[in-house]
């Protein structure tokens, strides 16, 4: 039986069947990216892309919010229950607008804001140069340790004392060992900053206690909704009681108009889905999975950045390779493995073809693979890398990779024990 988008639009429907086939059959590496459950597909394409909400749950602009508001209580409730949060703002469209919405909330423009630099493993909204977050703040940039690959939190501290910065902003998009939120905490309140916390990445991990929540060290925690939480494409804040009403005001009207329904509905699902025995089990393999990699890759004789990972990710330093970062990438692509080039701290190589590559393991943990399959992922990687510019080889590989990749299908739906357990927040 057709489909109606395959009637009305057969190209687009061709399309996205492509990238479906694409996705299922590539080892997917990139440390950002995973898969959603059915349930949160589900949702995301429901009739809530039909409603406009603009405003807040008994607070709307628009009439026919007997539903939305309630998705929108609960989707606030869950993420409260799960984070621990004394208040949730569910509504803004990514991370990067997250993040703007609580610099707004604690400072002015031209205020001081002080972030890990890109190169370093920041993100662009930490208050980089070409980001908007470095134009309208005045931004002080932390690196890390030359010679560890870690955050020196002495350098730091020394570094807020002389800014006396508005917030200084933890967190990161490509430092693979854990964060001390409390320390960061310490150096804020010593120098009179608010603490922002961006855990994007890691928030799938921090709910399951894997790793450190920055939740009661920070006045405001940003994140992204997708990663290793594993939902749609959209952000979150969450924050102490005292600043929720500067956080939506920063939000709603401050960045965004209408919040994307749709979107916020399948968020709800996948923080139910994260408040589950099962979802403890995938951030724990996660990490152990990325474990596995890197030390395989150790004994190939790779560069780690920090000497390994405690997370999710890892990111590859190929000077010793004598292979650009870009060019790496881009073999690995011929062989379905999907990656990518990424700067590493004092990167002497510009930021379009740098010396690194950043690979993590949420998306291959999600289909079931395990440290087995992570090490002979590693082992494809050092082939390629012995054979860059061997295209047989190269396809070879690629050949390999999809008879992994179909030993390891995409689920159809996660198993969620107890499918009539209560779902409303405590």
């Known amino acids: 039986m057709t489909t109606a988008l395959e009637r009305y639009d057969p190209l687009i429907y061709e ?3 492509q990238e479906e086939a694409r996705q299922s059959g590539s080892i997917r590496l990139i440390p950002s990216e995973n898969y959603i459950s059915k349930a949160v597909m589900q949702a995301s394409g429901s009739c809530l892309t039909n409603k406009y909400a603009e405003g807040y749950p008994g607070r709307r602009y628009y009439e026919g919010q007997q539903v939305t508001d309630l998705i929108e209580k609960t989707a606030q409730d869950r993420a409260r229950k799960i984070f621990k949060a004394d208040y949730a703002n569910v509504q803004p469209y990514s991370g990067s607008v997250a993040n703007l919405a609580a610099y707004l909330a604690l400072a002015k423009p031209g205020d001081t804001i002080m972030g890990l630099a890109l190169p370093h493993g920041g993100h ?20 890390v340790n030359p010679d560890t690959g870690r955050f020196d939190y002495d350098q730091i501290r020394e570094l807020a004392r002389k800014n006396k910065p508005r917030i200084i902003i933890s967190g990161a998009t490509a430092y693979p060992r854990q964060i001390e939120f409390d320390i960061f905490g310490d150096i804020s309140k010593e120098v009179g900053a608010y603490h922002v916390s961006d855990i994007a990445h890691i928030s799938g991990l921090v709910v399951a206690g894997i790793h450190k929540s920055p939740v009661p060290y920070a006045d405001i925690v940003s994140t992204t909704t997708h990663k290793t939480l ?10 102490r009681a005292e600043h929720s009403e500067k956080v939506d005001k920063s939000v709603f009207p401050g960045l965004q108009g209408g919040p994307h329904m749709h979107t916020m509905t399948a968020v709800a699902v996948a923080l139910a889905e994260a408040d589950t025995p099962e979802f403890v089990e995938y951030a724990k393999q996660i990490v152990k999975n990325a474990k596995a990699l ?6 190939y004789g790779f560069n780690l950045v920090s000497g390994g990972t405690d997370n999710h990710l890892m990111l590859i330093d190929l000077r010793n390779k004598g292979i650009p970062g870009k060019k790496l990438a881009k073999a690995l692509d011929r062989a379905r493995i999907e990656t990518n080039y990424n700067s590493i701290p004092n990167d002497p190589a510009p930021p379009f073809n740098p010396s690194g590559l950043r690979i993590g393991t949420p998306a291959i943990t999600t289909r079931g693979m395990k440290e087995e399959q992570a090490r002979g992922i590693a082992y494809f990687i050092n082939k390629i890398v012995e054979n860059i510019d061997n295209e047989t080889v190269i396809e070879e590989v690629g050949k390999d990779v999809l008879l992994l990749c179909s ?4 689920p159809e739906h996660f198993i969620i024990q107890g499918k009539n357990r209560q779902l409303q927040a405590d």
Not at 131 to 141: D, E, M
Not at 230 to 239: E, Q, T
């Open 15 to 17: 399309l996205i069947r």
């Open 124 to 143: 662009l909204t930490h208050g980089w140069n070409v980001s908007v977050s470095g134009k309208i703040f005045k931004s002080v940039q932390y690196g």
């Open 230 to 239: 594993r939902g749609p494409r959209g952000g979150m804040l969450l924050c």
């Open 294 to 299: 890197s030390e395989k890759l150790l004994e």
């Open 407 to 410: 030993q390891f299908p995409v």
